[in-house]
């Protein structure tokens, strides 16, 4: 660090350890330097195993792990879960400066313009105030993780410091078979392909054959946050291959003279793991590219949140978009006939996300159109209570999570649709959205409604939930030989006969049924129109 001068007997340990194994060189470590020796752990995807080994040693080794602000909800869950396991007793939360955060990146988007800006402002300086206490410190980086490590060795000396790698020649199989002798805890996200895991904004998971962190930093040149020094000894990586010129017969003339080439990447080489977009990949791009420019364009803004499963995605994916705090409040239209369980999965989640929740109680039933049928009444409640959200806090934009395969009138809609003050809705006056160019530009005193999930299907909902391991409410899953495929108020929804109880059932089960998501919601069937009424007068 600068300004640091290393005492002299750090130089020993750089030769006398080197072939100590992790347990040993820990212990060494502990013992040489005692309270100027700490852990630095991101507790993320095999740092269990580590954090088993310093315990061993002593429970009161300072831990010290950076908490970005960005990081994956399921990571701060699986922090506590190991301290509490392990028994540590001095885990030390390490967070960036909040002045330089407001003055550096106060949209929370720095990471898109200047990835290695926001490593340095949300990791790298945090790190380095906390280490200036500290003649060594060990870390978790192993060879095997990626080409730019094969070159590390177990003890190093960086910045004035010894730097120990204690599980440097270790193997992914060595780690995961020392993490099931010892019955430690994995994290959430490594079944769900997520091997490398860091901040939301910058993590994707990897696919077969390649390395554990080719989903850091995807699709940039960027391989190390910073932390550590690039390994010397690796390669530069090869430039992507050039697209093959087009052979004659995929050209021809166009009869104004000009050659037109007819060539298509669909006729190029086939994409590498690393190249290729998934469909959830592509769906949960799109949807953050919306979440930001709403964002962008149109303030202020609010998310409605259903506590039901596309809205829980819906918030997973703003969180992605915003870096893990969504710069919004979250509104329930809360007409006091909810599930008991979909409430109390809204007071955990609401206080786990950290939202800015709004749960105002909607309008009586009888401010309601009394032309309506009785179920459509009660829905229609949830309309009353977003205009008067919508006029209380002057909101000029709201996120919904409708998806157009859910029914016929939301296949009408549009990514940005714009709607009366009042909320309603004229179906014939919609905007053109060719090739994914979204209007946000509308007349003072428009309204917007914004679906980020609008090209997403029921089954790709439950795909990405399975991968990310996004919490849902209980209701979803069979209980008594029935389960609730789309969520409503109590008495207008009802349950489906169902035997899946997992996530992975329930996408078996709704890969093979042919009936509709919303069956069980007691106002589609009681007139033909009354859905495409209820949306006209500003329904979700």
């Not at 580590?50 to 970005?68: E, F, G, M, Q, S």
């Not at 060879?143 to 003890?155: E, F, H, K, N, Y």
């Not at 309601?368 to 009353?384: E, I, N, Q, Y």
């Amino acid at each position: 660090m600068p300004g640091y001068t290393a005492p002299n007997d750090t130089r020993p340990a750089l030769t006398a350890w080197q072939s100590l194994s992790a347990q040993d060189l820990l212990s060494a470590a502990w013992a040489e330097y005692g309270s100027r020796f700490a852990i630095v752990s991101s507790f993320g995807g095999d740092s269990a195993v580590l954090l088993h080994l310093a315990a061993r040693v002593d429970p009161r080794i300072p831990v010290l792990t950076l908490d970005t602000e960005k990081l994956f909800p399921a990571t701060h869950r699986y922090r506590e879960t190991l301290t509490a396991q392990l028994g540590l007793t001095d885990v030390r939360l390490l967070k960036p400066d909040a002045v330089a955060i407001a003055a550096r990146d106060p949209l929370g988007m720095l990471f898109d313009q200047d990835p290695d800006a926001c490593c340095a402002l949300r990791k790298v300086d945090p790190l380095a105030r906390a280490l200036e206490g500290f003649t060594a410190w060990a870390n978790g980086r192993r060879r095997d993780q990626a080409d730019t490590r094969r070159g590390i060795a177990s003890v190093e000396q960086e910045d004035g410091r010894v730097k120990l790698s204690p599980l440097a020649n270790w193997s992914m199989d060595e780690i995961e078979a020392y993490r099931r002798a010892h019955a430690l805890p994995a994290h959430p996200l490594v079944d769900q392909g997520y091997k490398s895991i860091g901040c939301m904004s910058c993590t994707t998971p990897v696919q077969a054959g390649e390395d554990a962190r080719a989903g850091r930093w995807r699709g940039r040149e960027k391989i190390e946050c910073g932390l550590h020094s690039a390994s010397p000894t690796v390669t530069a990586f090869p430039a992507p291959n050039p697209l093959p010129a087009p052979n004659p017969s995929q050209v021809s003339n166009s009869g104004s003279g000009d050659r037109v080439s007819h060539f298509s990447l669909a006729q190029s080489s086939p994409l590498t793991a690393t190249e290729r977009l998934t469909g959830l990949d592509a769906l949960e791009a799109q949807s953050i590219f919306i979440f930001r420019e709403a964002f962008a364009r149109i303030r202020p803004l609010a998310l409605l949140w259903s506590l039901g499963k596309d809205s829980n995605v819906m918030i997973w994916l703003a969180r992605k978009a915003f870096l893990g705090e969504i710069p919004f409040p979250v509104a329930h239209l809360d007409t006091g006939l909810e599930f008991d369980e979909a409430y109390a999965f809204r007071d955990t989640y609401a206080k786990e996300w950290n939202l800015n929740l709004i749960a105002d109680s909607c309008p009586p039933i009888e401010a309601t159109d009394p032309t309506l049928p009785p179920g459509a009444r009660v829905a229609a409640r949830k309309s009353l209570g977003l205009a008067q959200t919508v006029e209380r806090y002057g909101f000029s934009g709201i996120f919904a999570g409708i998806r157009r395969d859910e029914q016929a009138t939301r296949a009408k809609e549009r990514v940005f649709s714009p709607r009366g003050l009042d909320g309603t809705w004229d179906v014939r006056d919609q905007p053109p959205e060719f090739w994914d160019q979204f209007n946000a530009d509308f007349p003072p005193g428009t309204h917007i409604r914004i679906h980020p999930l609008l090209h997403w299907t029921e089954l790709d909902i439950w795909r990405y939930i399975e991968r990310e391991g996004i919490p849902v409410c209980e209701l979803y899953f069979a209980k008594n030989g029935t389960r609730f495929r789309s969520l409503g108020e109590k008495g207008i929804t009802e349950p489906f006969p169902s035997k899946a109880s997992t996530i992975a059932e329930v996408i078996a089960e709704l890969a093979a049924t042919r009936t509709s998501e919303r069956a069980g919601r007691t106002m589609d069937h009681e007139s033909e129109d009354v859905f495409e009424r209820l949306r006209a007068g500003g329904y979700l």
